[in-house]
């Protein structure tokens, strides 16, 4: 199977800690042409550390890490410390990685990247609020028709909100950024609220992987039990849903999920429903601009993780 080629743009963030190491544990399915970061989950100079720390972790220091956005589009700023902890990735030692930042222009690496290689060849993963993805493609409108697709994680129909009583974070969080990338004119498929619940660690869960002796399974158990005790707190649900690693776990294993086609729009106009994801099922093929994922299957993603990162 010839690998993916990947660009992975990122807000670490507990789960994109863990999409990152499923990502960097896939050497022969996902060709991993460089990681960008975003303020989200933490704020810029976190999150880019983060990434790095995750890719020092997971021994691929050949991998580039762009920081990119500090702010969204439009609206102030909001992080999301309660769940991510003061650090933004839980409980891993933060230390300065050994490996620097290829440079601090995300979205114009984006643009550079989908350029050189060759049409429909490049997937774009987006796990964190998408400001860089909206201002590569305000740089470059020709870069959208060129990607092979966009899988990203955000939003929320069924489920409800994750911040606000109708909006996931991601969004939420850049809402003029995300509707920007849903007019992108490439194929974008979504996994929000509606799946990764669906994807829970629970606590037998997690014991199968801490009782993988590898450096990326124990870093990976160690932050689902931080995100467990966080997610008991907040919520009392046993498990706390793995969000951003269903995007990686469905470009190595699609028939993990179930997805429609569906038309998604955002709300950015302020108000009660600010975030919102509007996603309409009820459309013709040439109406809908996008797959939306409706089911997962949470004892397969988390055999999938416990496979890659054991090696």
Request: glycine residues 8%.
């Amino acid at each position: 199977m010839t690998p993916v080629k990947l660009i992975i743009d990122c807000d670490p963030g507990v789960d994109d800690a863990v999409a990152l190491l499923l990502a960097f544990a896939s050497r022969e399915a996902l060709d991993i042409l460089g990681v960008t970061t975003v303020a989200g989950n933490a704020g810029l100079e976190r999150t880019a550390r983060n990434a790095r720390l995750i890719r020092q972790i997971a021994n691929r220091p050949e991998i580039p890490v762009y920081s990119g956005a500090s702010r969204p589009l439009l609206r102030d700023p909001v992080e999301a410390g309660d769940f991510h902890g003061p650090s933004g990735i839980g409980p891993i030692p933060v230390v300065e990685p050994d490996v620097p930042l290829a440079g601090d222009d995300a979205p114009q690496f984006i643009v550079d990247t989908i350029r050189r290689e060759p049409p429909n060849t490049v997937t774009l993963a987006v796990t964190g609020p998408a400001t860089n993805v909206a201002l590569a493609l305000r740089l470059a409108p020709d870069i959208g028709p060129r990607l092979r697709q966009i899988v990203v994680m955000g939003g929320a129909r069924s489920a409800g909100g994750n911040i606000t009583a109708s909006a996931e974070y991601n969004v939420y969080a850049d809402p003029h950024a995300f509707q920007e990338m849903l007019n992108a004119g490439c194929p974008i498929a979504i996994f929000g609220l509606d799946v990764t619940y669906q994807v829970l660690t629970l606590p037998e869960r997690i014991d199968a992987l801490e009782a993988i002796d590898t450096p990326g399974a124990q870093a990976a158990a160690a932050i689902m039990r931080f995100s467990n005790a966080v997610e008991a707190d907040h919520t009392r649900r046993d498990g706390a849903p793995l969000h951003d690693p269903c995007t990686i776990a469905w470009l190595l294993k699609p028939d993990l999920f179930t997805l429609r086609p569906a038309f998604v729009q955002v709300e950015t106009h302020n108000g009660v429903a600010f975030g919102h994801t509007a996603v309409e099922f009820r459309v013709t093929p040439d109406q809908a601009n996008a797959l939306w994922a409706v089911g997962a299957d949470g004892a397969g993603v988390f055999a999938l993780i416990n496979q890659k990162l054991a090696l």
